[in-house]
């Protein structure tokens, strides 16, 4: 790990070279680590059930084009909102943090940014995403702030429960709600299913996520998944994605995808095998990668729902 003994002020898990370190001013870059913008792989996990929801509105109304504009509301969305999250997970976590070889360095637990600035920084990301919420119809804006329940209640959940990444799988899956009812102004069982699959992907690769982590969990009394399932994290995180792809098959079916929907579905199934296969427990790198790979599933799926919804 990189960290003040090195000279550096580098998160632990942040990539060597990511642009935050390297293009951001001196000043901005304590927020920018705040908000996890060097760790980009956050906000596209917020926002790829948002861009798979949209495909399935395209592949259920084949007359109507996929809808690029809101695809780039949500994204922009998901910058920001992830980026709130992550702040007000550190306004939280700022004394677990500081206890974590993984989290020390982060901006709030090492003193770089005082509680005060991320407050202020907590509520202009949140203003961001709210403009962008404004931008959709008025079901989808109450849909979008109920989410905010969730948002709030989970950095508690790991002192309280064994299950912390439910509650993250909840949160961060509620653009598979979103993106559906920002067409449609309502809610029906494609979007549902999107959504539950969606849910035990999260607990999948957050679980992954979690395994870098155990030893300092453990010694802290945080808890997780990848601590309650111990030697058989890989065959649970097996289950989770079988579910949540099966789960996702049924939602695509559901919205009249059939067989070139299958068939582009593949690319997804791989990779998610791949995972599973050569994940390593005990290497924390190794678990990092996988995690990260999981950009590509949701990439990969969102581009099987479009290339059905071109026929």
Not at 7 to 13: P, S
Not at 222 to 233: E, I, K, M, N, P
Request: charged share 15%.
């Amino acid at each position: 790990m990189q960290s003040q003994q090195d000279g550096t002020d580098r998160i632990a898990d942040a990539g060597t070279g990511n642009w935050v370190d390297r293009f951001a001013p001196e000043f901005a870059k304590p927020y920018a680590r705040l908000a996890r913008w060097d760790r980009p792989i956050g906000f596209w996990l917020l926002f790829w059930p948002c861009a798979m929801s949209l495909g399935l509105v395209a592949v259920a109304q084949p007359m109507v084009a996929y809808d690029f504009v809101s695809f780039a509301l949500f994204l922009i969305g998901a910058v920001a909102m992830r980026g709130a999250g992550c702040t007000f997970n550190d306004i939280v976590d700022r004394d677990i943090d500081s206890k974590v070889a993984r989290t020390r360095e982060r901006p709030l637990a090492s003193g770089r940014v005082s509680l005060v600035q991320a407050i202020a920084w907590l509520v202009l990301q949140s203003l961001v995403g709210l403009v962008v919420l404004v931008q959709f119809n008025g079901f989808t804006i109450w849909l979008g702030i109920a989410s905010l329940a969730l948002v709030a209640i989970y950095p508690f959940m790991k002192r309280i429960t064994w299950w912390p990444q439910l509650f993250l799988g909840l949160a961060f899956s509620w653009g598979a709600l979103v993106g559906w009812s920002s067409e449609f102004g309502a809610l029906h069982l494609p979007a549902y299913l999107m959504y539950f699959g969606a849910i035990l992907w999260t607990i999948g690769y957050d679980t992954i996520y979690a395994l870098q982590d155990v030893e300092d969990d453990a010694l802290i009394g945080v808890r997780s998944t990848a601590r309650l399932f111990g030697t058989q994290a890989r065959v649970m995180v097996a289950l989770f994605y079988a579910s949540a792809l099966a789960l996702w098959i049924w939602a695509g079916m559901a919205a009249e995808g059939w067989t070139i929907f299958l068939l582009a579905s593949i690319p997804t199934a791989l990779i998610l095998f791949w995972q599973v296969v050569t994940l390593d427990p005990d290497d924390p790198k190794n678990c990092l990668v996988r995690f990260k790979a999981n950009h590509y599933v949701g990439l990969t799926f969102t581009l099987a729902l479009w290339i059905q919804a071109q026929f």
